[in-house]
Every structure is written in structure tokens, then in C-alpha cells.
């Protein structure tokens, strides 16, 4: 049985409706978003027509007897990616490309498998079908060999031809859930109702409408999402939406958090690891990622604030030490590596966190909390933190 959502006080939300005001401001001073909820996509007869440009190309180079090639945008350097505080991490205007021939023997299949898929979409396009990329790898099990290179071409066809993975009408399963304050229509038309009890459902790929949520959430890891929910955490924050990627988001989870940011502009915070890995996975939803810089005006969400677990929360509420994991080398590497980003010089306080995991050598868990008690995340941590402002 659903708990009925009771909530906190209004005076509770106080410093949360002043923090919403201030992410209005910030949207009226730069102009503003779009009103259809920010994402770009492009029409049916665009992406034909892209495709059809595509294999023309193919049809005159091999009529003039040369060797046909595909032209990519490279997404593996940095020197190819700007960063705008704004949106995040983008494709510069005139980066470097890679080149797949056909007649070489590094790149010959990679070439064949992007026309393969390439006529996959066509036609799925054409008919208004659509399938999986599941669906897409089973066609051809043998001659993918794997479901990450069907994923990898999906990818470069998207950035190849200019349009939103969302338009090729090839879609991912979603492995996020959400659950909250939030009511939505699904594709097939059923109706769906977030609940604010101890459940959750799938992250949706079409969302109609919201309750006056006051907060989004994002929760790194599953298991603590459970736990929050276990512990009744929605009812008693009410309204809110919560939602989880299990870890690095997919496309679905992604698309939904910054639909639901344009959409209504509640504030949006993160739950995370004090670790290398959390922070990244934080930085995936508020600034993109390298890989996915193509598409980032329909994935990222700057206004993302860092609520937990904070470096800094670790030595003020006395965690002991014996709770806390040393750093890898890894872990390392990867703590250096998001410290050179160009997102970070805009985000000290994100910069002084990350210096004081450095400096201990040591990352803890959010689960550390359950030191203080089992249930200190979700009646105590958190919301404090939602209360008083205990966000960077």
C-alpha cells in the first residue's frame, strides 16, 4: 500500500523556493529557454534526407572510381571539445575528423557495419517503426560480434549526420527508475503514476505531466535509491521526484532529467559517492560527457547542484576513519583527470572537495552515513541538507 504523501512544512521549502528563484533569474537574464522543453529533434524527412546525402556520396565516389570513405567528427580529444558554462561539454565548429574507408583494412568492416545500420534506420524511419538497439544487434549477431560496436555506430551515424540519437527512431531499454511526484503518458498511450511510497518504475522515454514538485533528485546507486525508498523518503519530502541512473546514466535517464529541468525548472540536485567515479558520474548529468558532446543541448543540465556526499561531510560529522576507503591508483588517475577538465575552473567549491579527497587519500561510500545510524540518510543528511542549503 502507497503511503500518502504528507510532506514537510511549508516553511521547510524556504530555502529551496529561494534557490528556484535564483536558477528563474539566471534563465531570464540569459534569454531564457526554449518553451518546447529545450530538446532538438529532426523530422522524419530531415533524416532521410541526411541518409540519402550520405549514400550519394558513396554512389559518386565509387562512379569516379575512387574508394568511398565516411567523415566523423573526432570525440576522443579534448582539443575537439569547448566548454560553455551554460550547456557543458560541446563539439567545437570545426574539429578534427576521422576518417573509415572502404579500402582500408583497419576500417573496411567498420565502414560496411555503419551501411548496414544506416539502411537499418532508413527504413525504420521511412515506415515510422522503431526498434531497440538490442533489436538492431540481433540481426546480425555474428557480424556485430558485440552489442557495444552496434552502440558505438549508432553513435557516429548520429554525430555523422547531425541528428539526435532520439530521431533515428532507434531507442535503448532503460535501466534508470524514477519515482515521486510525477504523472506521464507513455508512447502506447497508458497512463503512469509515480507513486511517493516504497516503489519505483522504469524511466520513462515520454513524460505529460508534473505535481509541484519542489526538487528533483538524482541518486547515483541503486541500492541507495531502494533504501531511500524503503526508508519513505519521497513521502516525507513530498513533493519530489527521484530518479537513479544505477550508476553512469544511459541516453533514457539522461533525456528524462534534463526534460524534466526544462520543462519546469525545479531545482536538481545529485546524490553521489565522495569518490572519483560518483563526481564523474555528477558531472555526466550536469555537463555531458566527451563522447556524447555532439548531442549536448538535449542531455545536459548546468543548474545541477552537488547535495552529497561531500568530501568536506566526511571530517564534520566524524565519520571514522576506518569506515573510509583508501584511494586506488585509479581512482586517482581518475580524481587527476576530472581536476583538468575545463568545468572545473568555473566550480571552486567543486575544485576545494575534490582537493580534500586528494589531500585524506581516502573516498567514502554514501553507506559510510550508516555509521551515525541506519536511517541518518534519509531523516537526518539529507534533509538538512534540502532545508538549510547544504548544496555546492
Not at 516553511?11 to 531570464?28: G, I, K, N, Y
Request: proline fraction near 5%.
Amino acid at each position: 500500500m502507497a503511503f500518502a504523501p504528507v510532506g514537510p512544512e511549508a516553511s521547510f521549502f524556504e530555502v529551496l523556493d529561494q534557490h528556484r528563484a535564483s536558477l528563474l533569474a539566471a534563465l531570464r537574464r540569459g534569454g531564457g529557454e526554449p518553451a518546447d522543453g529545450g530538446t532538438r529533434l529532426a523530422s522524419s524527412s530531415e533524416v532521410l534526407a541526411s541518409i540519402e546525402s550520405v549514400i550519394q556520396d558513396v554512389i559518386t565516389s565509387l562512379a569516379r572510381n575512387k574508394a568511398p570513405v565516411f567523415t566523423i567528427d573526432n570525440r576522443s580529444s579534448w582539443e575537439n571539445i569547448k566548454f560553455e558554462d551554460s550547456v557543458g561539454l560541446q563539439m567545437v565548429p570545426h574539429c578534427t575528423r576521422r576518417k573509415i574507408k572502404s579500402d582500408s583494412p583497419k576500417s573496411v568492416k567498420n565502414f560496411a557495419l555503419i551501411l548496414k545500420i544506416l539502411s537499418i534506420i532508413y527504413k525504420l524511419v521511412q515506415s515510422n517503426t522503431h526498434a531497440t538497439k538490442r533489436d538492431i544487434y540481433y540481426t546480425d549477431s555474428q557480424l556485430f560480434g558485440n552489442q557495444t560496436v552496434v552502440d558505438n555506430i549508432i553513435n557516429d551515424i548520429s554525430c555523422m549526420l547531425k541528428v539526435p540519437r532520439m530521431s533515428l527512431h532507434i531507442s535503448s531499454t532503460s535501466k534508470g527508475l524514477i519515482a515521486g511526484n510525477l504523472r506521464y503518458i507513455e508512447e502506447d498511450g497508458t497512463k503512469v503514476h509515480c507513486t511517493c511510497g516504497t516503489t519505483a518504475v522504469a524511466v520513462p522515454s515520454n513524460i505529460q505531466g508534473i505535481r509541484n514538485a519542489k526538487f528533483l533528485l538524482i541518486v547515483e546507486k541503486d541500492a541507495t535509491f531502494q533504501r531511500l525508498l524503503d526508508d519513505n523518503f519521497c513521502n516525507r519530502m513530498s513533493p519530489c521526484i527521484m530518479v537513479t541512473g544505477k550508476g553512469v546514466p544511459d541516453l533514457n535517464t539522461r533525456l528524462l532529467v534534463k526534460k524534466l529541468w526544462d520543462t519546469f525548472h525545479i531545482p536538481v540536485f545529485t546524490l553521489v559517492d565522495a569518490d572519483p567515479h560518483g563526481i564523474e558520474i555528477m558531472c555526466i548529468y550536469k555537463y555531458g560527457s566527451m563522447a556524447m558532446s555532439f548531442e549536448a543541448h538535449n542531455l545536459t543540465v548546468p543548474a545541477i547542484r552537488w547535495l552529497g556526499l561531500l568530501p568536506s561531510d566526511i571530517k564534520r560529522l566524524n565519520i571514522p576513519r576506518d569506515t573510509l576507503i583508501p584511494l586506488t591508483k585509479r581512482d586517482q588517475m581518475k580524481l587527476d583527470s576530472v581536476l583538468k577538465r575545463p568545468y572545473v575552473t568555473c566550480q571552486p567549491f567543486w575544485r576545494k572537495e575534490m582537493e580534500i579527497m586528494a589531500d585524506s587519500k581516502m573516498k567514502a561510500e554514501i553507506q559510510a552515513l550508516t555509521f551515525l545510524s541506519s536511517d541518518y540518510l534519509s531523516r537526518v543528511y539529507l534533509p538538512n541538507k534540502l532545508k538549510f542549503g547544504g548544496w555546492i
